[in-house]
């Protein structure tokens, strides 16, 4: 864990307490709605799909593949100059939902990186309180 964490960090919401606590566990959680059994990233106070109110959580099991990415070049924020260039990516979990996260462990070039590749997340502990879920190549 880095000293100093020089990037906007998340701020967890009441609604998303749970998952940030699970986050820094090394296990990614996601509601599940339990009238329509729909499972959603990010953590709502409603069901996207029906507007029920019953969530519960259910452990991801942090493989997917790479839904879409883009190599970011320009950073977005100063404490992101020293990363640049990464891979931004939009990772559908085998639980069928999509979340935006970042592709790691591979060099960040459009050649290395094919739609479809298997994943799973890798968490990194920037704070004593965050870490953030990032998505390293899986084996097939
Ligand atoms: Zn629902």
């Keep these: 864990m880095p000293a100093e964490y020089s990037k906007p960090l998340p701020v967890p919401q009441p609604e998303s307490d ?5 986050a820094t566990q090394g296990k990614l959680v996601l509601q599940r709605c339990k009238d329509c ?22 452990e991801s099991a942090g493989r997917g593949k790479l839904f879409t990415f883009s190599i970011v070049h ?3 924020h100063p404490g992101f100059r020293e990363d640049v260039p990464y891979i931004a990516a939009i990772v559908e979990l085998d639980e069928g939902v999509r979340m935006p996260s ?12 094919h739609i479809g590749m ?23």
């Excluded at 749970?18 to 699970?22: A, D, K, N, R, T």
């Design 37 to 58: 059994e729909s499972a959603r990233f990010y953590p709502r106070v409603l069901c996207v799909a029906c507007q029920g109110r019953d969530l519960e959580w259910m």
């Design 74 to 76: 320009q950073p977005p």
């Design 18 to 22: 749970h998952y940030w606590e699970q």
């Design 118 to 140: 298997p994943l799973e997340v890798a968490f990194e502990h920037v704070t004593d309180s965050i870490a953030l879920p990032k998505f390293r190549p899986a084996a097939q």
């Design 102 to 113: 970042q592709v790691i462990g591979i060099e960040p070039d459009p050649e290395q990186l």
